[in-house]
Nanobody, 123 residues
Framework: QSQLVESGGGLVQPGGSLRLSCTSS????????IGWFRQAPGKEREALLC????????NYADSVEGRFSISRDNAKNMVYLQLNNLKPEDTAVYYC????????????????WGQGTQVTVSS
């Protein structure tokens, strides 16, 4: 069964950093575009960043510009989301998702999703 698995979430103080990881089972990430999304309580799931197979990326959320970055290591079958200068409003469940087609901000364009990892920013 093809699935994605996120890890690296946790509790962090404001201003802190985390690195989230996304890996797959049942298929290799190499040829897929990988997007990171997040969903805070009571809010819609929002697109953050997306990376294509060759490492090009797109940022869809102004609120994370300059603080979050995306990268991938195809040899390790991993995609990362680096979260810096975290704020309480970054508290959410973070999801990675894969798509055959090009990077997109739309949830419906992604075929496979992980279960999410919780990030809580609090002092």
């Amino acid at each position: 069964q093809s699935q994605l698995v996120e890890s690296g979430g946790g509790l962090v103080q404001p201003g802190g950093s985390l690195r989230l990881s996304c890996t797959s089972s049942g298929f290799a990430l190499d040829y897929f575009q990988i997007g990171w999304f997040r969903q805070a309580p009571g809010k819609e799931r929002e697109a953050l960043l997306c990376i294509n197979g060759s490492g090009g990326s797109a940022n869809y959320a102004d609120s994370v510009e300059g603080r979050f970055s995306i990268s991938r290591d195809n040899a390790k079958n991993m995609v990362y989301l680096q979260l810096n200068n975290l704020k309480p409003e970054d508290t959410a469940v973070y999801y990675c998702a894969s798509t055959w087609s090009g990077c997109s901000r739309l949830r419906r364009d992604f075929e496979t999703w992980g279960q999410g990892t919780q990030v809580t920013v609090s002092s």
